[in-house]
């Protein structure tokens, strides 16, 4: 076996995080919490945040909305929502207009 990298080695020497780092560092947050209620959702925002600066993509930037809205609140997650309008291929994905709806509903607007 030979040791792994450590944030002691130099830059040129660490690893490139690829989006599989983040992938992984998101499943385990998930898999960690006891709960829904209990998960980090603040962690995950901040693995979203690593995640878009490899993958920006209109999904990850769904994702990383809907974790803004656990971690801050439906007014939070709306607006990230609102500004993903119009990215394909979200205007035909199911998830992004129900967790539009579910933002809008949690703030007890009608649309």
């Not at 944030?7 to 998930?30: G, N, V, W």
């Not at 945040?49 to 709306?78: C, F, M, Q, W, Y």
Request: hydrophobic share 40%; glycine share 6%; aromatic share 8%.
């Amino acid at each position: 076996m030979r040791r792994g990298p450590s944030p002691r080695d130099a830059p040129d020497q660490r690893p490139t995080l690829s989006s599989y780092h983040f992938e992984a560092a998101l499943a385990a947050q998930h898999a960690a919490a006891p709960t829904w209620e209990q998960t980090d959702w603040a962690r995950i925002v901040e693995i979203y945040d690593g995640l878009l600066s490899v993958e920006d993509t209109p999904i990850v930037r769904l994702n990383h909305a809907i974790a803004l809205k656990e971690a801050e609140g439906p007014h939070k997650g709306l607006k990230a929502l609102d500004a993903l309008v119009g990215a394909k291929p979200l205007g035909t994905y199911p998830f992004f207009h129900a967790a539009r709806a579910e933002c809008l509903l949690l703030l007890k607007r009608p649309h």
